[in-house]
Structure formats: C-alpha cells, structure tokens
C-alpha cells in the first residue's frame, strides 16, 4: 500500500506562487504516473495536472496550462506541482494520486493511491 503525503500548501496573495510536494512511501513510485487533483467547497473533485512514469509525458487542464508545472524527482519518491500566477479560482484543496499503471489519465477512477490533501487559498 503506497502512502501519498502532500504538502506545500497555504495562503498566498493573487499572482503568488506556490510549490506543492508529494512524498511517496515506497521506491515502486517510480513506475507509477502521478497525478494532481483539486476540489473547491462545493464542487467535484477536477483533474489538474499528470505525468508518466517516463517523466516524459505531460498534460494539463486547460484552467492551468501556461501557469502550472508537474514534475517528478524519483531519486526522492516525490512528485511537485509549481503553481505560478495563482488566481482566486485556484483555492481548493489539492490532492497527488499515483496509477499503478504508469500511464497519465485525466480520471479520477484510474488512480489507485490518494494523499489526504493540502489546502490553496488564493486572496484577491
């Protein structure tokens, strides 16, 4: 059983920046595609950002390309999400998950792992 730990999050004014952390127990972290994911009060859990195991392959929402970064570093089991230009929409809390599989995906469903969450609040 992978355990995600994600950290990194608080409060930051808009166009702040803020660089989200995602330590894996396990050394299989590197086999698997990572993803990010985020929930504001009151609304579905969205699809954020994702990258393969080969740390080659990328894909963003578009709310986020232009602004956002995924990235991996294996030698630490820990995935990152750089978030630049925040904005007040940005607030929810952020969630890593990892698929097994080690292909990216947009959907929820195809992730087997979750962190427990960090929060974003964006000020206007």
């Known amino acids: 059983q992978v355990q995600l730990v994600e950290s990194g999050g608080g409060l930051v004014q808009a166009g702040g920046s803020l660089r989200l952390s995602c330590a894996a127990s396990?050394?299989?972290?590197?086999?698997?595609?990572m993803g990010w994911f985020r929930q504001a009060p009151g609304k579905e859990r969205e699809f954020v950002a994702t990258i393969d195991w080969t740390d080659r392959n990328t894909y963003y929402a578009d709310s986020v390309k232009g602004r956002f970064t995924i990235s991996r570093d294996n030698t630490k089991n820990t995935a990152y999400l750089q978030m630049n230009n925040l904005r007040p929409e940005d607030t929810a809390v952020y969630y890593c998950?990892?698929?097994?599989?080690?292909?990216?995906?947009?959907?929820?469903?195809?992730?087997?792992?979750w962190g427990q969450g960090t929060q974003v609040t964006v000020s206007s």
């Open positions: 396990e050394r299989t972290f590197r086999t698997y595609a």
């Open positions: 998950a990892a698929n097994r599989h080690g292909t990216w995906s947009l959907r929820t469903g195809d992730y087997d792992y």
